[in-house]
């Protein structure tokens, strides 16, 4: 089953194309593709107001990249994890309970979030 990959950029790098695929460099949570397109789905409009980058900084975008590579910058993680822990009430997932974890990690260390998408 395809997954997507949320993890945390430690030493974030401003204009770096944040393009391979390196789930392990930034310790990565996966969560199953079907339930992350059925947040989509539920939560659109609520993700589509979260300020993103798409894979680099000067490509600024909402939301999630579903096939591609979303930087989450620390000012949007508190909205994001809002979103997840609604969507959590909803699925009940123990996928959204790590990825939950992850963002506030990230919140209290002030860094970016890194998005693998399918």
Excluded at 65 to 87: H, N, W
């Amino acid at each position: 089953m395809a997954k997507h990959e949320f993890g945390i950029i430690d030493a974030f790098e401003e204009n770096k194309w944040y393009s391979d695929y390196e789930p392990e460099k930034y310790n990565c949570v996966s969560v199953d593709d079907d339930l992350i397109y059925e947040l989509i789905i539920k939560y659109n409009e609520e993700l589509m107001e979260l300020k993103t980058y798409f894979q680099v900084t000067t490509q600024q975008g909402t939301g999630l990249d579903y096939c591609g590579v979303t930087l989450i910058p620390p000012e949007s993680l508190k909205q994001f994890r809002d979103i997840i822990m609604k969507a959590n009430n909803y699925f009940k997932a123990k996928e959204l309970e790590l990825l939950t974890e992850k963002i506030t990690e990230a919140i209290i260390k002030n860094k970016y979030l890194i998005h693998y998408g399918i």
